[in-house]
């Protein structure tokens, strides 16, 4: 028996050999490592490229009965992303549910230890390993940023979030990182009032583009980022310390 980050008891008598991922960073770990295992992922579930499974729906709608006839070994979920009656009703059905927790750069490398050792029962892959060397670094001198990820109404990262470590790591101070919310609403004026260094606008989850986000800041530096690179904590990792720099202009 192990538990998982949030403490639940999750009961796995031997390797799992079928999963289902309610997680597009989860699913793209799994199918990386071990292709063969993942039966089932969500709609959202974009990579890797090419990735061919069953369809569960949403990560916030899944059909249930579907997911139920994939007689999965292990589901993987995050409390983040996914809704706690879904995993309770698939824990009723007698369904092992592992519940990952991850607000930080640190965290998600322990997280991802655990679920491949804990609740799959699997050896850490060597990408998890090389990801960890690459994020040792320290970043360089920190630069005043905004991360905005929707607009109409505009939300940014706030404070204790994955995405604001990451961002930390790689050189930039978050001007809302002293917000009480993760993800707070706020105002464009605001946004301008606390004189952001450099405007970060990624690819999801709203879809910046050069057309659609930078014409809100005229005057500012705006870097266009890959969504991915900045929100996942999967295979990603390897690369997105490279990518970000050199999107960012932090080179």
């Known amino acids: 028996m192990s538990r998982d980050d949030l403490g639940h008891p999750v009961y796995l008598h031997r390797p799992a050999r079928r999963v289902v991922s309610l997680v597009p960073s989860l699913t ?6 071990r292709p063969d295992a993942l039966v089932g992922a969500t709609d959202w579930c974009t990579h890797p490229a090419g990735l061919k499974v069953d369809r569960v729906r949403g990560t916030k709608n899944p059909n249930l ?3 139920t006839a994939l007689r999965p070994d292990l589901v993987l ?4 992303e996914n809704r706690r009656k879904d995993v309770d009703a698939l824990r009723a ?3 092992p549910v592992w519940v990952t927790v991850i607000r930080s750069l640190a965290e998600a490398f ?3 230890r655990r679920m491949f050792t804990d609740a799959l029962r699997w050896p850490v892959p060597a990408w998890l390993t090389e990801a960890e060397r690459a994020w040792q670094r320290p970043g360089p001198v920190a630069v005043p940023a905004v991360i905005p990820i929707w607009r109409d109404p505009w939300m940014v990262v706030g404070s204790c979030t994955f995405t604001g470590d990451l961002a930390a790591r790689l050189g930039l101070h978050n001007v809302y990182g002293d917000s009480p919310h993760r993800y707070p609403h ?3 004026g605001d946004i301008h009032r606390r004189h952001p260094e450099l405007v970060v606008l990624p690819d999801e989850p709203y879809r910046f583009t050069p057309a659609d986000g930078p014409e809100a800041f005229p005057g500012s530096r705006v870097a266009l980022v890959e969504g991915r690179s900045l929100t996942w904590y999967g295979p990603s990792l390897l690369t997105a310390r490279e990518r970000l720099t050199s999107q960012l202009g932090l080179r």
């Open 28 to 33: 793209e770990s799994v199918a990386v490592t």
């Open 186 to 188: 706020v105002e464009l």
């Open 93 to 95: 059905a007698g369904i």
């Open 110 to 112: 322990t997280s991802l």
């Open 65 to 67: 009965v579907a997911l």
């Open 77 to 80: 979920a995050n409390q983040e």
